[in-house]
DNA sequence: ACCTGAACACCGTTCAAGT
DNA sequence: ACCTGAACACCGTTCAAGT
């Protein structure tokens, strides 16, 4: 006698997104998300492996989130040298918005094993400026200069890592000019 | 009656940091610690106030050992330039020695409080080289943008971020050249 | 003064039994 | 086919009792 489901897997990626932000890694439960969905932890485990997957759903729920936002972002800069600004302060402003969720997904050793292919989406606007910038030849190694300063910085500002005081968002700045000038194809 | 001490707390931070390696911070447990000196879990409590506590020494231990790489690299150079190029893969050697430290330390929201000398003690470095390079007045600036890709990077390479193919290897000299040329003060 | 066994709360996970 | 209670192993942590 089939039983109605009494939940999904995409209400238990919210109710994981939720308490991350809320309550740190540590506060992803399993008895959590399962009182959050109304139902008990086992019965969990007939949508998910188990909370390594669920963790990994999360994630990738946020990376799907943040490529939107580089899209939304770059789209309306013709400019490269803009658009690259305007990329890298919607990742700074996603950050802020999500501050566990970006540490969990851009933290070194994390292991979740995240699908290719929304990896692949959030990055390709990077690479597709670099490249207007920078030539399609440099195109890679511009695009990962940029992403490693830019994943860096925001880590380090989330962390608080920022400690000698001094003006962190012109430092920022600093960051886009100075590599947008330094990648820029010299004519 | 005392009991005469059978460990310290050098030797617990000690395990803290093997075990780290070897099983990630889960494996990172007051259990396997206490096996480790020879102990029970409980005694623990008498060098440190909790896990957390002990997290935090093995980072700083970690952050210190860095500290020392980072002189170490930069003392034979005097030239600027070259420092900076060697304190750059200095810090991407001692992340490929010891990464599952490394990600502790430098993952975003990490939320260890670290005592604040031994992190100016590991900047200092940089600072002073940033400084030779761009300028008293840019040295913070430069200094930031640099720490940001160097951390943005080599936590990227660990956590296997770099899928598209290409030469990483290509990309963090390029990365090197390039931060070096922006921030290398116009005569 | 340090060390220990026992105990507690909490967690992830499994599984047989229900519907 | 999904859901549940019960159970298990494993944590971190506390504490009274030992020496």
Redesign the pocket.
């Known amino acids: 006698?089939?039983?109605p489901?009494?939940?999904s897997l995409d209400e238990i990626v919210a109710a994981g997104r939720s308490l991350l932000e809320s309550g740190g890694l540590s506060g992803l439960?399993?008895?959590?998300v399962a009182d959050r969905v109304g139902?008990?932890?086992?019965?969990l485990?007939?949508r998910v492996r188990?909370?390594?997957e669920l963790v990994a759903r999360v994630a990738e729920a946020t990376i799907r989130e943040l490529g939107d936002r580089l899209d939304a972002a770059a789209a309306g800069e013709p400019d490269p040298r803009r658009a690259l600004a305007a990329l890298a302060r919607a990742v700074r402003s996603f950050a802020r918005g999500r501050p566990v969720a970006f540490g969990v997904v851009f933290s070194p050793g994390a292991d979740l094993d995240l699908d290719p292919e929304s990896l692949a989406r959030a990055s390709a606007t990077v690479i597709r400026i670099a490249a207007e910038l920078a030539g399609e030849e440099r195109a890679l190694d511009a695009a990962r200069t940029v992403t490693a300063w830019l994943n860096g910085f925001v880590g380090m500002e989330l962390s608080g890592a920022f400690r000698l005081g001094g003006d962190v968002d012109r430092a920022f700045e600093f960051g886009i000019v100075t590599l947008t000038e330094a990648l820029t194809r010299r004519g």
């Open positions: 006698m089939p039983t489901d009494r939940t439960t399993m008895q959590a139902v008990r932890a086992p019965s485990y007939k188990d909370r390594s």
